[in-house]
């Protein structure tokens, strides 16, 4: 059995994390444009369960994966069937940004304990 500092569970789930919360932040962003065009149905990504698996050591991603788009109309819909909540968005976006930027500090902090370790 080998061991792979650079390509175990936990570096592939920050690694998969990161990916599917950028792609959130863009879809998020496509949300908030199509707030007045009529029928679009808001969208979110789902990556969470596909994250417990990476974690568990079940499931084994590539670096460039990411979670899957799905349909995820808010609680409210308007008269012309747009189901976008800018209130909602706001909230998913920051949420998002949080989450982005904390993984991104445990990434930096992970390598900078694994450079320290070889030097």
Do not use: C, H, W
């Not at 998969?16 to 908030?32: C, E, H, I, K, T």
């Not at 969208?43 to 369960?49: A, G, H, T």
């Amino acid at each position: 059995m080998s061991f792979d500092l650079f390509n175990d569970a936990t570096t592939q789930g920050l690694e998969y994390s990161l990916n599917s919360l950028s792609l959130r932040q863009q879809v998020l962003a496509n949300n908030v444009a199509n707030t007045q065009t009529p029928g679009f149905t808001a969208q979110d990504v789902n990556f969470e369960n596909q994250l417990s698996g990476i974690l568990d050591g079940q499931t084994a991603v590539t670096p460039d994966a990411a979670g899957t788009v799905v349909d995820s109309p808010d609680l409210t819909s308007r008269i012309d069937g747009n189901s976008v909540s800018m209130e909602s968005q706001m909230s998913k976006e920051s949420q998002t940004n949080l989450l982005y930027n904390a993984l991104t500090q445990l990434t930096t902090d992970r390598f900078a304990i694994l450079k320290t370790a070889m030097s």
